[in-house]
Structure formats: structure tokens, C-alpha cells
């Protein structure tokens, strides 16, 4: 096959190189479109428009295929723990025992958050969304550690890592004990990543009372593997984009949490729930609510349906629908909206306009459900999406860097008035 592809502008060719990646993906390269030609490409939303060469995660939109690293998702979810995972993303490869290890020791060596932190975020109200407290504070973190990562040094860019993947967990849980006026702790450092991440969440004030269940454990370590990674998605590409200007790493994370909060990305798993209950209060009727999704005159969307790549099941949405049931099950947790949320499934995938757009519950529309069992509440949900986003995050702002990548910066087409004269007001 040959590596050009001919573009023709107002009677001028030019051959474009075609770059074709380890899946076969193929890509045009136009880095010297505007040099020879004058136009730029078009694409909102970037559709159709790459912004990277990466080696970090691969997804088959079409056949519902999902891998890091080369590892299938299935598998890792499984087999794997998230730390496990974390370092497979950050580094390349899944660790050795001894690597695993000081990984993990070198996490807990990090994991005091600064005293003063604290007086940031006294700063908030209690009714502070939970996801724009931990953006506050995970861009406050570059105040205690103002050294900017040197991605020349190996050294200091792993200290930037493992000092985050510390901190950020301490941080989110932080914003649940706001919510609930509860003293602020640090890490147990005498257990496992997931469960002093929810001994933080829940122990009560005087550290007592709160009895880790395994269930609860591994479903909280299986739901932050299935979040890690997931290529160039809009919190991931905004990640990206803000460290390619060198801004820090703790800056550009914190950029990141922002971008996920938003309801048509993370912020969906919070806003399904909110839709399920809406639809349990309403009687449980889920045809008047596909109506209301096809409706082009209503605003309203089947929250957690859809996806920009996936035009088949999100892989990860099959795992989370099989764990919510056995969750709820090992709880001996009856959830009304677990039945909405399976006939809402159904119904809509035998809709011809969800048939036709390729539309499949993602994501988000289970996670919520096993959230919920395990007694998180629903504003925190997106907050625990960016913890198991972090690694990915991490991994894809260390190949941006490590690849000397360019500063972000689009172009446009100017829609706008063209040249006039400046006249003074009595002349308007
Ligand atoms: C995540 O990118 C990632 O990888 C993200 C993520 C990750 O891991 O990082 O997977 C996590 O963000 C999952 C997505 C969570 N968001 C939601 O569940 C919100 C509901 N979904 C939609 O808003 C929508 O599907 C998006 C935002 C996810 C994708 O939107 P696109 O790709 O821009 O598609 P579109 O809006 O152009 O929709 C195409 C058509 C339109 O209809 P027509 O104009 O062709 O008639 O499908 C319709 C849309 O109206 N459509 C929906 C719908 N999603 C798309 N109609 C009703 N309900 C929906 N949910």
C-alpha cells in the first residue's frame, strides 16, 4: 500500500505521508498541509483528528477492544491489582514482585499531605461539589512542591509521580470529610492503596468503627483498573495539552479533574444516577424517558449511553454490569434502580434510533450503582473516577514530555467581520 495519500486544493497536489500504527490504525500526516497548500483541516471536537502517536492504550471502537499496554482489559481486571496496573501504565510494563514493592513503599513514604493544605480547603463551603474542591487542591499541591518535575531526570520525574499517586487519594477523600465536617486524616500506611483510600473515606473521627470488607475492597480495586486509561478522551487530552506548555505535573492533573467533571465526560456517572432516581420518582416508566432522549426539541440524554469511539459495548460496561450484580449480592444490597437501570438498557437497545446511532450504555452507566452499594455518595462518584484516572494521566503526560511533543495550539477558520474603520461614538 502506498505510504502518500494525494490531497488536490484548487488544482494544486501535494502527497500527505501516511503513518500507520502497530494496530494498523492509519493516520494522514498534515504537518506540512498549510506549508504547501495554505489550508488547515477542520474537525470540532476532533472527531476525526489525532493528536499523538502514543503507545499506552489501544481501543477498538468498532469491536469493543480495550488494552494497556497490550494487555486486555478483561484480563487485567482480573488478574491484576490497581498499583499493578498504575505502574504497567506509567512504565511500560507490569512490575516485578521487588518493583511492586518499592513502588508501593515509596507511594507510602509520600503520603503526609502538608498541615496547611488543610487550611485550604477550610477555605470551601460545605456545599463545594466535591470535584471542584479536589482541582483546588490538587493545583495547591504545586504551592508545597513548587520544583518542577525535570523530565530529563528519571529520578525526579518518578519522585513527581510516586509523590502524586501519594497525595491525590488523601486529597480526594478529603473532599467527602468536608462534606461531612469530619476531622482530615493521613494515610493508614499499614494497609493496601484501595483500602486506606476508603479508611479515609469512612472511619469515623475517632478512628474507629470502620471494618474494611473485601468485597467492597476489590470492587473499588476492579472499578479504578477499568477507569485508568483510556486514550486521548477529553480529560486526558486536556492533561496533555496544559503540560505541553511545561506547565507541572500537579497543574496539569488538576486541569484534568476539571475537564472530567463535566457531565458529558465523568461527571455521567453522577448525573445516571440522578437520572435513574428521577426516573424511580416518576413511577419507573423508562419509554417516556427514551422519548424524551430522542427528542431533538429536549435537552435531555440517556446519561451514560453513548460514546465518541465506542459504536459497540465499552468493554468496561460489561465488566461493571456483571460486578454490580455480584456486589449488590455480596452486600445483601437490594437497589430498585439497579432493575430501572437494566430495563432502561434493554429497552433502549432495542430502539431503532439507539440502533441506528450505534448508541451503548459506557462507562458510566453501572458504575454509579456499585458506588452506591458500597455507600459512596452520588456527588463523589466523579471523584472516584479521577482517582483511578490518575495513573493514566500520569502516563500520558510522561510520554508527552519524554517526547519532547510540541506545544498544543490549533488553528481556526475566522468567521468574523473583515477589516473596517474605527468610528467615534457620535458616528455610531
Ligand atoms: C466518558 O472519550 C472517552 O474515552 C470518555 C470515557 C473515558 O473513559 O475517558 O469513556 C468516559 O466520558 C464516557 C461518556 C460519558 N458521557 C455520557 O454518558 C453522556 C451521554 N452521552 C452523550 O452525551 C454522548 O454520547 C457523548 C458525549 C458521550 C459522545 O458524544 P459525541 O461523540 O459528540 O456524539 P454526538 O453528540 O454527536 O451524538 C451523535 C448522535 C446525535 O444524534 P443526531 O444528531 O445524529 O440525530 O447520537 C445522539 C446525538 O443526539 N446521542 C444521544 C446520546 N448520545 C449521543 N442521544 C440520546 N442520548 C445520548 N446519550
Same mark, same amino acid.
Given at each position: 500500500m502506498s505510504k502518500v495519500a494525494t490531497v488536490e486544493i484548487e488544482g494544486k497536489k501535494i502527497d500527505l505521508p501516511l503513518v500507520v500504527g502497530t494496530e494498523n490504525e492509519i493516520a494522514l500526516d498534515i504537518t506540512k498541509l498549510r506549508g504547501e497548500t495554505g489550508a488547515i483541516t477542520l474537525d470540532p471536537g476532533y472527531k476525526n483528528t489525532g493528536s499523538c502517536e502514543s503507545a499506552i492504550t489501544f481501543l477498538d471502537g468498532e469491536k469493543g477492544i480495550l488494552r494497556y499496554r497490550g494487555y486486555s482489559i478483561e484480563e487485567l481486571a482480573e488478574k491484576a491489582d490497581f498499583l499493578e496496573v498504575a505502574y504497567l501504565l506509567i512504565f511500560g510494563e507490569l512490575p516485578t514482585e521487588t518493583q511492586l514493592q518499592k513502588f508501593n513503599t515509596d507511594i507510602l513514604d509520600q503520603s503526609i499531605v502538608n498541615e496547611d493544605m488543610k487550611t485550604v480547603l477550610k477555605?470551601?463551603?460545605?456545599?463545594?461539589?466535591?470535584?471542584?474542591?479536589?482541582?483546588?487542591?490538587?493545583?495547591?499541591?504545586?504551592?508545597?512542591?513548587?520544583?518542577?518535575?525535570?523530565?530529563?531526570?528519571?529520578?525526579?520525574?518518578?519522585?513527581?509521580?510516586?509523590?502524586i499517586l501519594a497525595k491525590f487519594p488523601v486529597l480526594a477523600a478529603w473532599t467527602l470529610r468536608k462534606k461531612n465536617n469530619q476531622n482530615l486524616f493521613n494515610k493508614d500506611t499499614n494497609i493496601g492503596y484501595v483500602e486506606s483510600l476508603l479508611k479515609m473515606m469512612f472511619q469515623d473521627d475517632n478512628k474507629?468503627?470502620?471494618?474494611?470488607?473485601?468485597?467492597?475492597?476489590?470492587?473499588?480495586?476492579?472499578?479504578?483498573?477499568?477507569?485508568?486509561?483510556?486514550?486521548?478522551?477529553?480529560?486526558?487530552?486536556?492533561?496533555?495539552?496544559?503540560?505541553?506548555?511545561? #506547565?507541572?505535573?500537579?497543574?496539569?492533573?488538576?486541569?484534568? !479533574?476539571?475537564?472530567?467533571? @463535566?457531565? %458529558?465526560? $465523568?461527571?455521567?456517572? =453522577?448525573?445516571?444516577?440522578?437520572?435513574?432516581?428521577?426516573i424511580k420518582a416518576d413511577g419507573g416508566d423508562t419509554s417516556k424517558f427514551i422519548a424524551k432522549a430522542k427528542d431533538k426539541d429536549d435537552p435531555f440524554?440517556?446519561?451514560?449511553?453513548?460514546?465518541?469511539v465506542y459504536k459497540n459495548f465499552d468493554p468496561r460496561a460489561k465488566i461493571i454490569k456483571k460486578a454490580a450484580d455480584e456486589v449488590l449480592g455480596q452486600l445483601g444490597v437490594e437497589d430498585p434502580i439497579l432493575e430501572i437501570a437494566k430495563g432502561l438498557e434493554k429497552a433502549a437497545l432495542e430502539d431503532q434510533y439507539?440502533?441506528?446511532?450505534?448508541?451503548?450504555?459506557n462507562v458510566d452507566f453501572y458504575s454509579g450503582?456499585?458506588?452506591? #452499594?458500597?455507600?459512596?455518595?452520588?456527588?463523589?462518584?466523579? !471523584?472516584?473516577?479521577?482517582? @483511578?484516572? %490518575?495513573? $493514566?494521566?500520569?502516563? =500520558?503526560w510522561r510520554e508527552m514530555r519524554l517526547r519532547?511533543?510540541?506545544?498544543?495550539?490549533?488553528?481556526?477558520?475566522?468567521?468574523?467581520?473583515?477589516?473596517?474603520?474605527?468610528?467615534?461614538?457620535?458616528?455610531?
Open positions: 477555605g470551601f463551603p460545605e456545599s463545594a461539589h466535591p470535584m471542584g474542591v479536589l482541582s483546588s487542591l490538587t493545583s495547591a499541591l504545586t504551592a508545597f512542591n513548587p520544583k518542577s518535575v525535570n523530565v530529563d531526570s528519571e529520578e525526579d520525574m518518578y519522585k513527581a509521580i510516586v509523590k474507629k468503627n470502620y471494618k474494611l470488607n473485601k468485597t467492597v475492597v476489590n470492587a473499588l480495586d476492579k472499578l479504578l483498573i477499568l477507569h485508568a486509561d483510556h486514550e486521548q478522551n477529553c480529560s486526558t487530552s486536556t492533561v496533555r495539552i496544559v503540560g505541553s506548555s511545561h #506547565a507541572g505535573l500537579f497543574a496539569s492533573i488538576s486541569a484534568g !479533574v476539571s475537564a472530567l467533571w @463535566g457531565p %458529558l465526560h $465523568g461527571g455521567a456517572n =453522577q448525573a445516571v444516577i440522578e437520572m435513574l432516581e428521577e440524554r440517556l446519561m451514560g449511553f453513548g460514546h465518541r439507539f440502533i441506528d446511532r450505534k448508541l451503548y450504555p450503582i456499585i458506588y452506591r #452499594a458500597m455507600g459512596i455518595p452520588t456527588e463523589m462518584f466523579t !471523584v472516584m473516577f479521577a482517582v @483511578g484516572r %490518575l495513573p $493514566g494521566w500520569i502516563a =500520558q519532547k511533543e510540541p506545544i498544543g495550539r490549533p488553528r481556526q477558520v475566522y468567521i468574523g467581520e473583515t477589516h473596517r474603520k474605527f468610528k467615534d461614538i457620535a458616528n455610531r
